[in-house]
Structures are given as structure tokens and as C-alpha cells.
């Protein structure tokens, strides 16, 4: 099975603007969950949907949402761009479903700099 | 209660040598323990996982221990090899939230 796969892989971005990022999960998964990653703050949970509604969202500001495609792909968006949002941006999958935690794998990552 | 403690933040052992690294936790709801390996420039991997019913899973080289009761869990690597130089980060989830240690940067001398 391929694995969990984002697009682009890198981004440089000015403040202020806006940005999508896409999340292809493993076949089969549906559940995506998206984390930042950065030096200060380390791996941080940002929100999670499955069958195309958020569960889960972890702590961020308005400005980061996302979605759920019906075939399980997921986009997340970051508005007007700080340049504190620099950061590593990971989607992870899982089969999820029966109130249960199942195993994430994680992409490679969308490396995000805004300058 | 959310956090997970990880410790130590950086790690040097020999080749063959047995790292080890603690986790520890608050949050009694917490059912899946997984632990990851992450390389520069690459999103982290899933190395093995356990859940609170059992006390110690293997998985080749890699070993999880459980302490239900002390709500603490480690990880510990046989042999260890100069491969192994990464970042190994615990977690802990709940309905598929996953709430991530800091880090340990390990280094495995040749």
C-alpha cells in the first residue's frame, strides 16, 4: 500500500496570505489527523476528521481549518499567514471507527515558511 | 493532565549499547501508547505501540515497558546501532488524538 502522501512538500509564503495544504491518507484509512511541528513547541495535535466531520481539534486560533473529502483526502488551510506558523506541517492516517485508537502513520510532511 | 513527559532530552550511547527513554503521563484515559522515530527531513515513524492492558510488547529490537499504575511507559532499544541516531518521541491518544512527548535525540557512536 502507499503510504500517507502531502502535497506540496515546501512553501514559502509572505505574511498575511493564505495557504492550503493536501493530505492524501493510506487506502482504506479515514481518519486524518493534521499536527504542527516546530523547534519551540515540538508536535502539537491541530484537528482531526473522519467521514468528513472534525471530531477533534486541538488549540490553535481561527485562522488554521481544514476539511474532509468523501474519498477520505483532507486540506488544511492557514489565513493570514504569521510568521510564527513557520513550522513543519504533518498529516497522519488510521482506520479509526469504534471508539478506539488506531495506529497513525505519518506523511513526510509540508515544510511551511513564511517570511 | 494533557501532557506527556518525556525524559531524557538528549541521549548518547555506544554501539550495542541500551538506550532507554521515559515517558510519563496523567491522564487515566489515555488507551494507546506509541512510540516514534523520526529522522531529519522526514515525517516521524511509527515504531511500535502498546495499550494499558499489557505491561511490555516486542517488536525486534525494540522493546515498550508499562507501568500502568505509575502511569509511566519507556522505550528501550537492543543492541542499539548507529542507525538507530534519531528522534524518538512517546505519545499518548485518545480517540485518535495523539499528545506528544518532547523529544530525545539519540546518537549511537560507531
Redesign the interface.
Known sequence: KAG?TQTPRYLIKTRGQQVTLSCSPISGHR?V?W?QQTPGQ????LF?Y?SETQ??K?NFPGRFSGRQFSNSRSEMNVSTLELGDSALY?C?S?L?GG???????????TRLTVT | QQQVKQSPQSLIVQKGGIPIINCAYENTAFDYFPWYQQFPGKGPALLIAIRPDVSEKKEGRFTISFNKSAKQFSLHIMDSQPGDSATYFCAASIKDKLIFGTGTLLAVQP
Open positions: 500517507v481518519s489527523s499536527y515540538g508536535l502539537q495535535f482531526e473522519f471530531r477533534n486541538g504533518l497522519a488510521s479509526a471508539g478506539i485508537t488506531y495506529e497513525q502513520y505519518f506523511g513526510p510532511g
